[in-house]
């Protein structure tokens, strides 16, 4: 269990011009990690809670050490707890703005300084919630720099379904979504709202747009008691471990 505990994480403040500067980012490097070695990358929205609450190091360094997974980076990008849904939410004031940076300065940002690959492959956009909801956006805006979205219970309501169903054909993205059989009634500040069906609405048009999706829903609730044990699959999904 030690190796598991040993993380190596680095602090870093991106400077920008979009949102309030500068932001607060956690870097995760794997074991073994080497600079003339090339890898990819999970962007992490509400970067603190998938280091604290999520343990995403510890799982990591676990899959890697223990399965053989191949070794990845994890950027974890802060958030002010109050801005939040205004800048993730797509009918949220600061949505554009966070997505701009999120592009135009964190991804050159982060690939300046370490060894990560630069193909949308290689990247893999990470969140919860409200998070999960912006990464999906991300991705429909910018399929020319994503196309793989991790979603622990999607906040995916009306104006994201019709951006699925406004976007034709998906067969370039690929998704993995789960969602707790108990979140049929998240009670948020912006209104009450049943989960399950707005995953299981969502999964349907994502389908019919022929996305590749891994979907699944699971006992729980909308807290990352349910979003930390399905971490460990949902990495694998993306970093399958060798066949042996």
């Known amino acids: 269990m030690s190796d598991y505990v040993k993380r190596t994480i680095i602090k870093e403040e991106v400077p920008s011009v979009h949102v309030d500067t500068p932001r607060s980012v956690k870097v995760y ?6 600079e003339l070695l090339s890898y990819p990358v999970v962007y992490c929205q509400d970067g603190n809670d998938f280091f604290t609450m999520g343990r ?21 990008v802060s958030v002010d707890r109050s ?29 300046e300084r370490y060894p990560v690959r630069r193909d949308k492959a290689s990247r ?7 998070g999960g909801t912006v990464s999906l956006h991300l991705a429909l805006d910018h399929p020319e720099l994503f196309s793989q979205v991790l979603a622990l219970s999607g906040a995916f309501f ?5 951006a699925i ?12 979504m789960v969602v ?13 709202f049943d989960f399950v069906q707005w995953n299981r609405e969502a999964k349907t048009l994502l389908t019919n747009s022929n996305a590749s999706l891994s979907y699944s829903e699971k006992p729980g609730n909308h807290v990352w008691g349910l979003w930390q044990k399905e971490l460990p699959d949902a990495l694998r999904h993306f970093f399958p471990p060798p066949l042996i």
């Open 158 to 162: 009306q104006p994201t379904q019709a």
């Open 180 to 192: 707790g059989l108990d979140e049929t009634a998240v009670e948020t500040h912006i209104g009450t």
């Open 165 to 176: 169903q406004n976007s034709g054909d998906l067969s370039w993205l690929r998704l993995w």
């Open 83 to 111: 801005k939040r849904t205004s800048e993730y939410s797509p009918v949220g004031a600061k949505n554009a703005a966070y997505k701009r940076f999120f592009c135009e300065e964190l991804l050159p940002y982060i690939e």
């Open 29 to 34: 490097l794997p074991p073994g990690y080497n």
């Open 56 to 76: 995403i190091a510890t799982i990591a360094n676990q899959l890697i050490l223990e399965e053989g997974i191949e070794p990845f980076l994890v950027v974890g």
């Open 124 to 130: 893999v956009l990470a969140g919860d919630s409200l």
